[in-house]
């Protein structure tokens, strides 16, 4: 949530352009506004626009601005509307901020500012931050000494990078909770929420940790620990891989994550070995995520409870630690998470690591992330980069990785999967039948997506789909949990998706159908050839390859990706960049 990169050029030549590079890169991470400052003859320039960064880049056009020393943001408005004036960088004076995450007691520094006569002009918590800078400076603190200051008084998460008028060769930057990374290149030194917005300049990388900031100046970077004391952290190369993310051939990147699905499958497949001593005196797992991960977790829970024979718990992380959960004996915590930086999941990890002695597993697709860096394990996603917001191969490379945990001493499970990549890649090919599908259900205000087993939880994920991309109200139930309400929806408008491979609940979602069936007349099911041949005629009937049951909920899962991507289409949303949502959510 939100995205934050300054730059200093080492030549002293204009890091203008490199700040909008930067950002295109990270808007991903937020685009109510976006918006620019530079130093430039001992003044700060700034420009800002509404929405995505393209506004920016246009106002720019019209208004060049440079300068050797810069920061930029990209925005997800939590504190003010997402206007002009509330976008950062947010400016005091001489002092310019970007700023990632929440101040929480920016309320009593505002008062408190207020007091001495600073004038607050935006309803952005980040403006304390600025107006705190300045009036230190205004003391006359040293730079390194008003910063430090400065982060001793501020509470809450934090990444932060800061510019100013009267130090014109200087950054600085610090994180707390919300990541930032400093990157290294021959002409650059850069401070990011994300190695990539900076890949294009820099090939060394340092993550900063909790409370770490550093000062960049004349071409160095020196680095602070939380006492200010300085520090020496190791620098590690930028991976190949975080250097080019383009669309490619494809309308969007969502389309094109959708078709990597096999790739990243067969990778994630290969590069992991599952050691069975993981599970070693474990007598319970705790699996904490969100969203589509969260879906993951709850299919996770079928297949660990059916073949490990260890009870599972899964448990929304936004909720977990404002309750008392009891962390029994020999817990095994998983964490599943593509960014690795949600902060609801991480500070879930951490309550579980204050609370207990449990083991802490992480299930993340970002390398280097901050849940894969506090966690006693990492098994990778391998399904590189996934751009568009909605996530879609982060979430079957995730289930591979669960799959394979829980199969793990199944061989003939364990043989399938080498069978898998090729199978998904066939459900891959029901794209035009997804069209034609969307072309009939994409003006309905509603739809009801129906599951059963671990099919439930692929249920809920193709309604988030649906509804987060093409902003259609859309809900998933277990299939025999409809007529204990959700039933008096149905009627002949609302589409009933119901997902229905001839497994061995078979029987029993059918006769859920039926039931449907009696009330509604636009059923459709996603089912294989020998379910369709059972199934009413009255309905329609997509026909999945046949697939062994346990791993159905990573195929069908595929299908209502690409109905929610058409749906989307038609309805003329922004599919990569879909309204209120931000690929990584760093704030509370
Ligand atoms: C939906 C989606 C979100 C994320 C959730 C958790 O398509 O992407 O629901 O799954 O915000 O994010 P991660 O997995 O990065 O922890």
């Known amino acids: 949530m939100c995205g934050i990169i300054g730059i200093v050029g080492i030549d002293g030549k204009n890091v203008a352009n490199n700040i909008i590079s930067g950002l295109e890169k990270l808007e991903y991470r937020g685009y109510d506004s976006a918006g620019i400052a530079v130093v430039c003859d001992r003044r700060i320039e700034k420009l800002r626009a509404v929405g995505k960064l393209q506004n920016l880049k246009t106002k720019l056009e019209g208004n060049p601005i440079s300068g050797s020393v810069g920061i930029g943001h990209t925005r997800w408005a939590t504190h003010g509307k997402p206007t002009e004036n509330n976008a950062h960088p947010i400016t005091s004076e001489g002092v310019a901020v970007v700023h990632n995450g929440i101040i929480e007691n920016y309320r009593e520094l505002k008062f408190d500012l207020q007091k001495d006569g600073f004038i607050f002009e935006t309803e952005t918590d980040t403006e304390v931050i600025a107006h705190l800078l300045q009036r230190e400076i205004n003391n006359g603190c040293s730079l390194c000494k008003a910063f430090q200051k400065v982060l001793d008084l501020i509470e809450g998460?934090?990444?932060?990078?800061?510019?100013?008028?009267s130090f014109p060769n200087t950054l600085v930057a610090a994180r707390h909770k919300s990541p930032l990374a400093v990157g290294f290149g021959e002409k650059h030194i850069c401070v990011g929420s994300d190695v990539s917005a900076m890949s294009a300049v820099c090939c060394d990388v340092i993550y900063l940790e909790d409370g770490e900031w550093v000062k960049i100046a004349d071409g160095n970077a020196t680095f602070f620990d939380k006492n200010s004391n300085p520090i020496e952290p190791v620098k590690q190369k930028i991976s190949d891989d975080l250097i080019s993310i383009?669309?490619?051939?494809?309308?969007?990147y969502m389309l094109k994550e959708i078709m990597e699905q096999p790739s990243a499958i067969r990778k994630t497949i290969l590069y992991n070995k599952i050691d069975k001593e993981i599970f070693h005196d474990i007598s319970r797992i705790l699996i904490l995520a969100c969203g589509t991960s969260y879906y993951a977790g709850m299919v996770a829970k079928y297949w660990f409870e059916k073949f490990l024979k260890i009870p599972v718990d899964v448990e929304i992380a936004s909720e977990y630690r404002y309750r008392s959960p009891i962390i029994g004996k020999n817990t095994l915590a998983i964490a599943i998470t593509q960014s690795g930086e949600t902060i609801?999941?991480?500070e879930a990890l951490e309550y579980v690591r204050k609370n207990s002695n449990s083991r802490v597993v992480a299930i993340a697709n970002v390398k280097n992330s901050a849940i894969s860096r506090v966690s006693d394990f990492v098994f990778y996603t391998e399904a590189g980069i996934e751009v568009g917001v909605a996530s879609t191969k982060a979430f079957t490379a995730q289930l591979v990785i669960l799959a394979r945990m829980a199969f793990g001493n199944h061989e003939f499970l364990m043989r399938e999967f080498q069978n898998l990549p090729a199978i998904c890649e066939e459900a891959l090919d029901l794209n035009d039948e997804m069209k034609h599908l969307a072309q009939r259900i994409h003006t309905a205000n509603s739809a009801i997506y129906l599951g059963r087993g671990s099919l439930y939880p692929i249920s809920l994920e193709g309604a988030l789909k649906l509804k987060e991309i093409s902003y259609v109200h859309a809900e998933g139930f277990a299939a025999g949990?409809?007529?204990?309400?959700?039933?008096?929806?149905?009627?002949?408008?609302?589409?009933?998706i119901c997902l229905c491979p001839h497994n061995e609940l078979f029987e029993k979602t059918a006769s859920n159908i039926q039931v449907a069936l009696a009330r509604g007349k636009n059923i459709i099911i996603f089912t294989d050839s020998e379910g369709s041949k059972l199934l009413p005629s009255e309905t329609t009937k997509i026909i999945l390859p046949t697939i062994h049951s346990e791993f159905a909920p990573i195929l069908y899962a595929i299908p209502l990706q690409l109905l929610a991507y058409n749906v989307a289409l038609m309805r003329g949303t922004d599919v990569d960049k879909p309204r209120n949502l931000a690929k990584s959510v760093t704030v509370e």
């Open 481 to 496: 949990e409809m007529k204990h309400g959700p039933i008096a929806l149905i009627d002949d408008n609302i589409p009933v």
């Open 246 to 252: 383009e669309k490619g051939e494809y309308a969007h």
């Open 344 to 346: 609801d999941t991480l």
């Open 157 to 165: 998460s934090y990444a932060i990078a800061a510019i100013f008028s």
